[in-house]
Nanobody, 125 residues
Framework: DVQLQASGGGLVQPGGSLRLSCAASGFAFGSADMSWARQAAGKGPEWVSAINSAGRTFYLDSVKGRFTISRDNTKNTMYLQMNSLKPEDTAVYYC???????????????????WGQGTLVTVSS
């Protein structure tokens, strides 16, 4: 079975940092396109970042320069380093996996077949 386990969320003050991890199993991680999305309370899901199987990275404009996505194929794990966090970054963050997603579709959550449970990030003083 495909499993995606997100972790690393928590409470952090504005300007602080967190690193999220997504541990994957049950599929060929190195061949997968991976993504992070988030959902704030009372709002719809929002794509945040992606890294494709070739290592190319993509970011939501509002997180560019603050968030860094990466992957370690030897550990079947994806990461999201989040710096300079803002209250508007507060949300449940989800990781997702898909195969052979064309670049023009990589920002759309519907492009991903598998989703993990979320990890809550709260940015507040």
């Amino acid at each position: 079975d495909v499993q995606l386990q997100a972790s690393g969320g928590g409470l952090v003050q504005p300007g602080g940092s967190l690193r999220l991890s997504c541990a994957a199993s049950g599929f060929a991680f190195g061949s997968a396109d991976m993504s992070w999305a988030r959902q704030a309370a009372g709002k719809g899901p929002e794509w945040v970042s992606a890294i494709n199987s070739a290592g190319r990275t993509f970011y939501l404009d509002s997180v560019k320069g603050r968030f860094t996505i990466s992957r370690d194929n030897t550990k079947n794990t994806m990461y999201l380093q989040m710096n300079s966090l803002k209250p508007e970054d507060t949300a449940v963050y989800y990781c997702a996996a898909g195969l052979r997603i064309i670049v023009s579709m990589i920002r759309f959550p519907s492009s991903y077949d598998n989703w993990g449970q979320g990890t809550l990030v709260t940015v507040s003083s």
